[in-house]
């Protein structure tokens, strides 16, 4: 089983920017295609990125393409979220999460989750 858990959530004006990390336990961490979710209060969760097993291939919801980068660091078992221009829609916590899955966009093909981290954008 893979333990992750998230970090660098926070409060930002719109326009700021906030680095999400997300680390996990096993050193079978490189095996794992990883994503982040986001849930807004009342809303249903919703894929945000994703990024396959060696980085080489990344993934995004349209709503952040652009503005959000996804990257992974396979020694330090380790995937971030680099997120710029931040929206008060981006508002929500975000999970991060480990597929057995390439490209899944479907937080049903996710195997192990985070607690989540909220992160407030605020106009």
């Known amino acids: 089983q893979v333990q992750l858990v998230e970090s660098g959530g926070g409060s930002v004006q719109a326009g700021g920017s906030l680095r999400l990390s997300c680390a996990a336990s096993k050193r079978t961490f490189s095996t794992y295609n990883m994503g982040w979710f986001r849930q807004a209060p009342g809303k249903e969760r919703e894929f945000v990125a994703a990024?396959?097993?060696?980085?080489?291939?990344?993934s995004y919801a349209d709503s952040v393409k652009g503005r959000f980068t996804i990257s992974r660091d396979n020694v330090k078992a380790t995937m971030y979220l680099q997120m710029n221009s931040l929206k008060v829609e981006d508002t929500g916590v975000y999970s991060c999460?480990?597929?057995?899955?390439?490209?899944?966009?479907?937080?049903?093909?996710?195997?192990?989750w985070g607690q989540g981290t909220q992160v407030t954008v605020s106009s």
């Open positions: 999460a480990a597929s057995s899955y390439s490209s899944a966009r479907s937080s049903r093909l996710y195997n192990y």
């Open positions: 990024i396959m097993l060696n980085g080489g291939i990344t």
